[in-house]
């Protein structure tokens, strides 16, 4: 069965660190993975998607299926990227809608000034 | 431009009492529709989604139900509530090929 492990509930950092959310996944098929993340009182949104290896936010994301990882970096952290972070694996396959996933359980991100 | 709304934003409600959660989709046609749970310390879940109206697909068992009586509302139901279907609960729409999945506000359910 798929699943999405996020071994961080919390990370703490100080403005201008890097930073790493790490993210593993277990999946049987080609995964298409996801990072959504929820800003306080905003909704839950995409922030970026493997297929389309752009950088988001000064966000990054590499899939290395040899580690079955997706962990999301960005070299120097904002205040504003205190959020709650959730990497997320699609069940559908490519041509559909990503719109059923497995979540792991979150990161909660806290940038320090 | 498309919006979905999801009410209410919380609700207290007892045990054995009915449960109805709406969520509709607005500036769009034949969405595909999700109903997702967060439990305390838990990921999000998929519980439900529907493709079409009156198509209702079930990804756990549990205590509650889902209907999509129009092509944009999609309604989540509970007979009678048990503590553990406490929790946070969130609509998400989807469509297109290679679509993103929006999500709602949330609504935050606690069983007492």
């Known amino acids: 069965a798929q699943r999405v492990t996020q071994p961080e509930k919390l990370l703490s950092v100080f403005k201008g660190a890097p930073v790493e959310l790490k993210c593993n996944y277990s999946?049987?098929?080609?995964?298409?993975l996801f990072w959504y993340v929820q800003y306080s009182r905003q909704r839950l949104q995409l922030l970026l998607r493997?297929?389309s290896r752009e950088s988001i936010k000064g966000f990054t994301a590499d899939l290395n299926k040899g580690e079955t990882s997706f962990h999301l970096k960005k070299p120097f952290a904002q205040e504003e990227d205190s959020a709650m972070y959730y990497c997320?694996?699609?069940?559908?396959?490519?041509?559909?809608?990503?719109?059923?996933?497995?979540f792991g359980q979150g990161t909660i991100l806290t940038v320090h000034p | 431009s498309q919006t979905i709304h999801q009410w209410p934003a919380t609700l207290v409600q007892p045990v054995g009492s009915p449960l109805s959660l709406e969520c509709t989709v607005e500036?769009?046609?034949?969405?595909?529709l999700y109903w997702y749970r967060q439990a305390a310390g838990r990921g999000l879940q998929l519980l439900f989604y529907?493709?079409?109206?009156?198509?209702i697909s079930s990804e756990v068992p549990q205590n509650l139900s889902a209907s999509r009586p129009q092509d944009r509302q999609f309604i989540l139901s509970s007979k009678k509530l048990l503590l553990s279907d406490s929790g946070f609960y969130l609509c998400?729409?989807?469509?297109?090929?290679?679509?993103?999945?929006?999500f709602g506000q949330g609504t935050r359910l606690t069983v007492v």
């Open positions: 493997h297929i």
């Open positions: 500036g769009t046609s034949n969405p595909n």
């Open positions: 998400a729409w989807s469509v297109g090929q290679g679509s993103e999945a929006f």
């Open positions: 997320a694996l699609s069940l559908e396959a490519g041509g559909t809608s990503y719109g059923k996933l497995t």
């Open positions: 529907s493709v079409g109206i009156g198509q």
């Open positions: 999946y049987s098929g080609s995964p298409e």
